[in-house]
């Protein structure tokens, strides 16, 4: 017993530490922006094909993650992309000009579509071994890298400005995290146990997409939606819809930024208590009546309130849908996962398109909408009962 406590452990480090390998690399570059900006001279409209390139390369990696994931492993597939991220970094801080630039991200979105799906099918694979919840810990994770890199960004920039010294340092880091946390990781993937092997139908190597599949693809490309739309979107509602001041507006992102923080670290024992089907259905439906209310309502209080709603209704929606897509096989995964990265994609652009030909007000009232159709789809999907980590 305390042998296989020892090896849940371990394994459960070595997979958060990918998670935090994410998070890392994507903020760190996505932090240096107005210098690679400045470098490369580039226009407002150059810097916004620049991060919709990035998000294109995740978007579009469906099929080839479905097949690595089957031909390597997830993690040999982990590895693998986690270290092509390093080696973004170091092609970032040399890069030319722009046309090189938009080849160099274009691959960054693919090595993080890649990651995404392999380190997600890691820690469901580590639920179904030892039948502990930590999917939502693990995605906390990836925050706390962000927050890390963040930190370092200013630490490194503080004494050079040179992209070379900050994106180096960052790249040692995370092949050292890597290649410590290879050892830890699982072996051998958890075969789908909610699928039978002769279901499905087959076409080019790739399983054609169940019912079940695409509701949870549904619930996670419009729960990424909301994550999405709260972080672009909520510091301008706040100064030019609820009247806030200009010092008030950024507190829109952080009150969301750290009520999801703190749900992804208690939502493991909550779905262990309450089961994920409730906590994604409730939780959503929490969203998108606080928001709602908070709309209706208007003022900075109500808006700050609602959004709060937001972070920790919306929270571990994504964990939870990963884990049930996990559980149908490699392909449901990585198309549940591409859904995921185009509601990310989608989310921002539809609201701003809303919002030009009516009001912010409409736009952040189809955010609320948009979780509350996740609680609808929450209802198709098969959710798994598992016990705390």
């Not at 092997?197 to 693809?217: A, N, Q």
């Not at 819809?241 to 010092?247: F, L, N, P, T």
């Not at 208007?298 to 964990?319: K, N, S």
């Not at 609808?376 to 999907?381: K, Q």
């Amino acid at each position: 017993m305390f042998r296989a406590s020892d090896e849940y452990r371990r394994s459960q480090v070595s997979i958060a530490a990918l998670f935090c390998c994410l998070g890392f690399q994507y903020a760190t570059w996505v932090s240096r922006i107005p210098a690679l900006k400045t470098r490369l001279d580039l226009t407002e409209a150059e810097l916004g094909l620049l991060l919709m390139v990035c998000g294109a390369g995740a978007a579009v990696s469906f099929p080839l993650v479905a097949i690595l994931t089957k031909r390597l492993g997830s993690r040999r597939l982990a590895v693998l992309s986690a270290l092509g991220l390093g080696v973004v970094l170091l092609a970032l801080s040399v890069t030319p000009n722009y046309p090189v630039t938009l080849l160099i991200v274009f691959f960054d979105g693919v090595a993080v579509g890649c990651l995404n799906v392999a380190m997600n099918a890691q820690a469901a694979a580590l639920e179904v071994k030892y039948q502990r919840t930590t999917m939502a810990r693990m995605h906390a994770t990836f925050s706390a890298g962000s927050l890390f890199a963040a930190l370092l960004a200013s630490g490194v920039t503080s004494l050079s400005s040179a992209l070379s010294a900050h994106f180096g340092t960052a790249t040692a880091l995370l092949v050292v995290l890597v290649l410590a946390a290879r050892t830890g990781l699982l072996t051998d993937d958890q075969k789908p146990v909610d699928v039978p092997e002769s279901s499905g139908k087959r076409r080019r190597g790739l399983t054609l997409p169940t019912r079940v599949t695409i509701w949870m693809g549904l619930a996670m490309a419009f729960g990424t939606v909301t994550e999405g739309a709260m972080n672009d979107w909520s510091a301008l509602y706040l100064k030019d819809s609820a009247g806030a001041a200009a010092e008030l507006a950024p507190l829109g992102i952080a009150v969301v930024s750290v009520m999801m923080v703190l749900a992804r670290l208690f939502a493991d024992g909550w779905r262990t208590k309450w089961g994920d089907d409730r906590i994604v259905r409730v939780g959503s439906a929490l969203a998108g009546a606080g928001l709602a209310v908070a709309l209706l309502t208007g003022g900075v209080i109500p808006a700050l309130l609602g959004f709060a709603c937001v972070g920790l209704g919306i929270a571990a929606v994504t964990p939870c849908v990963y884990v049930a897509a996990a559980r149908q096989g490699s392909d449901a995964l990585a198309l549940v996962a591409a859904m995921g990265t185009t509601g990310l994609l989608a989310g921002p652009a539809m609201i701003g398109f809303i919002a030009n030909g009516t009001s912010l007000v409409w736009g952040m009232g189809a955010v609320a909408v948009s979780a509350l159709v996740v609680s609808v789809c929450s209802t198709r999907i098969r959710f798994p009962a598992l016990a705390d980590a």
